[in-house]
């Protein structure tokens, strides 16, 4: 357990981070006025979730490994940050939903029925919270992976 400390620490940031970003988002007016916007400026939190990565395998390499860290080593740290964020995404999806913004899937609901992009049964289905749970899971460990390789890529450092 004292091994994955960082990866279980950064985990539980990464999580903080996407409900702080949902609340932005919220009180912003993405989740209701502007909601039309909403799938445009939430791609803009990869930003924060690459510097998330970044910042946790820059602490690995430097506090845990003596300032050399191989791509492998990286890579399977930031695998390990994404199993955190991957087992705390339908609780961070229940927090998003049901505190941060309650009002999120009858808003997107009506907005892709009033758009045209879906008739209500298929709103009602897309916009749930078991369907933004399972979404979640599955999208933290396909973007999780392939950030974890990018970055450790950037990041290695073999003295």
């Known amino acids: 357990m004292n091994n994955y400390k960082l990866e279980i620490r950064w985990g539980f940031i990464f999580s903080v981070a996407m409900l702080l970003w949902l609340l932005v988002e919220r009180l912003v007016g993405l989740h209701s006025t502007y909601i039309e916007y909403h ?3 939430t791609n803009l939190f990869a930003v924060v979730a690459i510097a ?3 910042f946790a395998l ?3 390499r430097d506090k845990e ?3 050399s860290m191989t791509w492998k080593q990286g890579f399977m740290s930031g695998v390990g940050i994404t199993v955190v964020v991957a087992i705390l995404s339908p609780l961070t999806q229940w927090l998003a939903h049901t505190i941060v ?3 999120f899937f009858t808003n997107m609901v009506e907005f892709a029925v009033r758009s045209g992009n879906m008739t209500e049964a298929q709103a009602l289905e897309y ?3 078991q369907s933004y749970m399972m979404q979640a899971v599955i999208g933290a460990v396909a973007m999780g992976v392939i950030t974890s390789a990018v970055v450790a890529f950037f990041v290695r450092n073999q003295k």
């Open 39 to 41: 799938m445009v400026w």
């Open 52 to 54: 998330v990565y970044v």
């Open 58 to 60: 820059r602490q690995k």
């Open 65 to 67: 490994l003596n300032g």
């Open 101 to 103: 913004s309650p009002h």
């Open 127 to 129: 916009f749930s919270l």
